[in-house]
């Protein structure tokens, strides 16, 4: 089993800034990849960002590069998005989530996630 808690959303400001966290516990995690998606109201679950096992590469959603970063901790196990520029279109519900196995790559489909955050409230106002 794995736990994934997020924190750090809230209520910005377009052109404004937050910073998700996701922490990962329970059993160790090796060769997997974490990621970010995101749903808004009436909307299905969208990939937003993900990060690589090996060579940690980075992975964004085109509405979201150049704004967003996402990162690792080097412990492997806290992972960060930070939200820069933000839009009334980047208000959502962000969730974070783990795929197991997966040494290279990220999926972008939330079928290929095995456990999730709750999720983390993000409201831009315009």
């Known amino acids: 089993q794995v736990q994934l808690v997020e924190s750090g959303g809230g209520l910005a400001q377009a052109g404004g800034s937050l910073r998700l966290s996701c922490a990962a516990s329970?059993?160790?995690?090796?060769?997997?990849?974490m990621a970010w998606f995101r749903q808004a109201p009436g909307k299905e679950r969208e990939f937003v960002s993900g990060i690589s096992w090996f060579a940690g590469r980075l992975y964004y959603t085109d509405s979201v590069k150049g704004r967003f970063t996402i990162s690792r901790a080097s412990a492997g196990n806290t992972v960060f998005l930070q939200m820069n520029g933000l839009k009334a279109e980047d208000t959502a519900i962000y969730y974070c989530?783990?795929?197991?196995?997966?040494?290279w790559g990220v999926g972008s489909a939330p079928s290929e996630y095995d456990y999730w955050g709750q999720g983390t409230q993000v409201t831009v106002s315009s």
């Open positions: 989530a783990v795929d197991l196995d997966r040494s």
């Open positions: 329970g059993r160790t995690l090796t060769n997997y990849a």
